[in-house]
């Protein structure tokens, strides 16, 4: 068991490092920020790209020239790291709230069929969106339930409420960093400082931003679970806030839950390595907590499933709804976004088993002409 578990450990190590350099990787390589001329996007460096690169060369200039920006800079964020942090995240929040009160335009795609659902209900295009893309009956359900409480549905303010779903989220990312090590508290605060500035998907209310709180929660939930040092009535807790979020982040955006695997795949893994010979009070807690949790991710399945399902806010047809298939096909074509090919066809065939057939079908066809290919510089 002890070679299962160090094997098993040092796979998933070696796993995570090249699936986050290959995201770092493209993410640096991406046409969305190629300096000068973009042949790809038809568009060349912005006037902000060039400023703040400006910045940064003046910076680094700073640094290496003269010992007393450098010493400062020391002081300032490394010494004083906590303040500065926390004052440059204070700095990002009141930028994002001006950018918002500023910038708040009609989206279209998905985002536009759910605002567009909060007034009108009953036009075929809308009973037929839904009836396709059933996955967006959460966020539509809990974009209505916060209209009808505050009594507005402009677009200004499901933005605020995006925003403040996102900064959500980084407070809580930054508390779990808490849980696991204070130390870390001021990188973290600068990390989601830089994070924030930087995050335009504010002014988009679809579930990628909505989710976010989700899955911080459940994050968080963990990392106080996992704490041996909290008491037994406050790890409960958390087992079950853990199971609420989850199963939020899940009908939410289902793709959202893969943490959450993650986790419980690296428990099971943990669960192998050889240990020393536990009381039963230990075995009351190995067995209570996770029951605890388990009940919360079933208690909470049921009454959200439930809800959804009779739901009558808006009409839908359940024999057009898109299979999950279709989704890991699209994704495996072009650049993995929207794929209006793949949409239209769903549009056409008749039935579930149908659109699922041929989305496996082209699924396969794509996987087979994939390849490793080389990226011009």
């Not at 950018?99 to 209900?121: E, K, M, Q």
């Not at 968080?220 to 807790?237: M, N, T």
């Amino acid at each position: 068991m002890e070679k299962l578990f160090k094997f098993g450990n040092q796979s998933l190590n070696w796993l995570f490092n090249v699936f986050f350099f290959l995201t770092l990787f493209f993410a640096v390589t991406s046409p969305n920020i190629i300096l000068g001329d973009n042949l790809k996007t038809g568009a060349g460096t912005t006037v902000f790209t060039a400023f703040c690169l400006i910045i940064i060369a003046a910076v680094i200039i700073g640094l290496i020239t003269y010992q007393d920006f450098r010493d400062w800079a020391y002081q300032t964020f490394v010494v004083k790291k906590i303040s500065t942090a926390g004052l440059l995240l204070g700095a990002v929040v009141v930028w994002q709230i001006i950018f918002v009160l500023n910038v708040h335009p009609p989206i279209g795609f998905d985002a536009g069929a759910i605002h567009d659902a909060l007034s009108n209900t009953t036009s075929p295009e809308i009973i037929d969106y839904y009836s396709l893309n059933y996955n967006n009956v959460p966020i539509l359900l809990a974009q209505h339930g916060l209209v009808t409480i505050f009594h507005t549905k402009s677009w200004l303010f499901v933005d605020l409420i995006t925003l403040l779903f996102v900064d959500i989220s980084a407070l809580l990312n930054i508390f779990s960093v808490m849980m696991v090590d204070r130390k870390r508290i001021g990188a973290a605060l600068y990390i989601h400082a830089l994070w924030l500035a930087l995050f335009p998907m504010i002014i988009v209310s679809y579930s990628d931003t909505w989710v976010l709180p989700m899955v911080s929660g459940y994050l968080f939930f963990y990392c106080v679970l996992s704490q041996k040092r909290f008491k037994l009535w406050v790890r409960g807790l958390a087992g079950i806030g853990f199971g609420v979020a989850v199963m939020a982040a899940y009908f939410m955006k289902p793709s959202a839950i893969i943490g959450a695997i993650a986790i419980a795949l690296i428990e099971i893994l943990f669960k192998l390595k050889k240990r020393k010979k536990e009381t039963n009070k230990n075995v009351f807690l190995k067995l209570a907590l996770p029951l605890v949790t388990v009940l919360a991710l079933g208690i909470s399945y049921f009454t959200l499933n439930q809800k959804i399902t009779n739901q009558t806010y808006i009409a839908s047809y359940s024999t057009r709804h898109i299979p999950a298939i279709h989704f890991i096909s699209m994704g495996v074509s072009g650049d993995g976004g929207y794929n209006p090919k793949d949409a239209l066809e769903m549009a056409k065939i008749t039935t579930v088993k149908g659109r699922a057939e041929y989305s496996k079908k082209i699924l396969v066809k794509r996987l087979k002409k994939m390849g490793i290919h080389t990226i011009p510089v």
